[in-house]
């Protein structure tokens, strides 16, 4: 049972990504492309990989897919007078994703028995920073420094955003207006939930220092909170120049290079934590992740300034 439900899962996933670089319109593709990693999250979880599950679901397919959708939304009125590629150009894009995927399968299946692996040396260290959760231990441990770097980017990557808003409305109000009435059922939705995907973001971040999860998953829920409740009107999307907004987007990459820092004085070393404090300082570090994480998303997904605060 269990070889036939994997031998589906992985057929459904081709058809569905066939048919995500086939179909036309693009609102369909953008769909197929959600539920696409909805089931590449599902493969993870099979492959006994649920931190990487978790997060395929909260930023390939969630934060991934509301920024998708809204291009699509910001697209459809001029898709029509765009000329549809044509049966070649989706043969070739095609054909190349097939030689890549079989390249990659190859070089899985070559791999000597047993594959190199420091996973070994990684969890027999692991009890010297007080962490349960091995992939957290390595994203703050041995790879801290590209988890900072990575942080980085994503602010980089909203100041690239918000530099394509025009310069009289610089710092303005981003373009996100409501989806649907104010007395819809989306707007029900948005008064219900957040509360829970706050706590649940919480749980998240804080369970990742010793079980699957972690800052990145704990931020994108709350992202997917906030968007929801900017969608259904109940906020307004806030302007992009308010000074606690651009203090939460740094909070978080500031923290933890101050831990990194400190590190020199306290452990002899960048990113290094002092014998009995590592998972205290990988803990406050990993909240306060969590708020730039989930406000940077959030921003990234509603877009530059439209308008003047004051308009």
Not at 44 to 66: F, H, K, M, N, P
Not at 137 to 152: C, H, M
Not at 240 to 263: E, H, M, Q
Request: charged share 10%; glycine share 10%.
């Amino acid at each position: 049972m269990a070889l036939a439900f994997d031998t589906g899962l992985a057929l459904l996933v081709l058809v569905l990504a066939a048919w995500t670089i086939w179909v036309q319109d693009t609102f369909s593709a953008v769909l197929a492309f959600v539920v696409l990693g909805l089931l590449v999250a599902l493969i993870w979880v099979r492959l006994q990989s649920v931190d990487v599950a978790l997060t395929e679901a909260a930023i390939g397919s969630g934060v991934t897919g509301a920024l998708l959708l809204t291009a699509a939304a910001f697209l459809r009125p001029t898709e029509r007078a765009v000329a549809p590629l044509g049966a070649a150009w989706c043969t070739a894009a095609g054909s190349l994703s097939a030689i890549i995927t079989v390249g990659l399968g190859a070089i899985a299946l070559l791999l000597p028995d047993p594959a190199p692996t420091l996973a070994p040396l990684a969890v027999a260290s692991l009890p010297q920073s007080g962490l349960g959760n091995p992939v957290t231990g390595v994203l703050f441990v041995y790879r801290a420094l590209d988890t900072l770097l990575e942080k980085v980017v994503l602010v980089l990557a909203l100041v690239g955003v918000w530099s394509l808003a025009a310069d009289h409305v610089w710092g303005g109000i981003p373009a996100l207006r409501p989806a649907t009435r104010p007395d819809s059922t989306l707007t029900f939705l948005a008064q219900l939930l957040p509360p829970v995907g706050l706590m649940l973001g919480i749980y998240m971040c804080w369970t990742g220092a010793d079980h699957p999860g972690g800052a990145f998953q704990g931020g994108a829920l709350l992202t997917a909170m906030w968007l929801l409740v900017m969608l259904a009107g109940v906020r307004a999307a806030p302007a992009t120049g308010l000074l606690s907004l651009r203090l939460l987007l740094i909070v978080g990459p500031t923290i933890f290079l101050v831990i990194g820092l400190a590190g020199f004085a306290l452990a002899g070393a960048f990113l290094a934590y002092p014998a009995g404090y590592a998972k205290a300082l990988i803990i406050v570090a990993e909240a306060a992740l969590t708020l730039s994480i989930g406000v940077t998303l959030g921003l990234l997904a509603v877009g530059p300034a439209e308008r003047a605060r004051n308009s």
